[in-house]
């Protein structure tokens, strides 16, 4: 008997969490690159805190100007209940309120959170995976890589300005990586890209009209089925606090 799931039986499921804002500590705060700041968070709200998706997001609260809380997406990196740990990985870029707050925090700081509310779960089982985003999407693309079935072939598309940012993917699967410098060459090379024969599921993230432009490759040019894929806009040039599932 085959071991292919159906089609039908691989569909995304979505579930819904309770929304819950934690009062959490910082304890610890690590530089992991150039271009990155890991920031892990435990305290007793964290009970019952749950992330059951590579690209949950939650509200993180950060101080603003004039004493205007300021609220931000972010991808829960690492979730260890056994411990009581949270870990998020902040790209830092220029001056905003996300990446002060990452350069400046410490141990012992308090930080708030709210959500997840809740995942879209994607099951690891397809026969190969597309991995594709920017510099805002590689937390999340770390953390799906080290979820994969061990030899599950996986293509990983990055943007990233910085090479000294690019860090060693933990994982099992099978990988063929590349990096780009920017979005007109990550977008020529997802063009250039040959998806492999089969069922697999293509999931893309970052600036939104860079988003706008992968989606419609992707559904036009390659004809990529629509449910055998998530392409999500993280951020929007010129706009604060942007995220929208395209």
Known sequence: MSSVIPHSERRVQ???HELKLRRLQVSEVRRISPGYASITLCGPDLDGFTSLSFDDHLKLTLPGSHDEPVRRDYTPRRHDPARGELTLEIFLHGDSAASCWARQVKPGDTATIGGPRGS????????????????????????????????????????????????????????????????????????????????????AAGESRTMAAARELLLQDKRHPLEAMRVSAYWKVGQAAFHEDL
């Open 14 to 16: 979505r579930v819904r």
């Open 120 to 203: 879209m779960i994607i099951p690891p089982d397809y026969p190969w995976h597309l991995l594709a985003g920017d510099a805002s999407a590689l937390p999340a693309i770390h953390r799906r890589l080290e979820e994969l079935p061990s030899g599950t072939p996986c293509i990983v598309l990055v943007e990233l300005a910085d090479p000294a940012d690019e860090r060693a993917f933990e994982s099992n699967s099978t990988l063929q990586v590349l990096w780009v410098r920017d979005r007109g060459q990550w977008l020529e090379a997802l063009r250039d890209i040959r998806l492999p024969d089969g069922e697999g599921f293509v999931w």
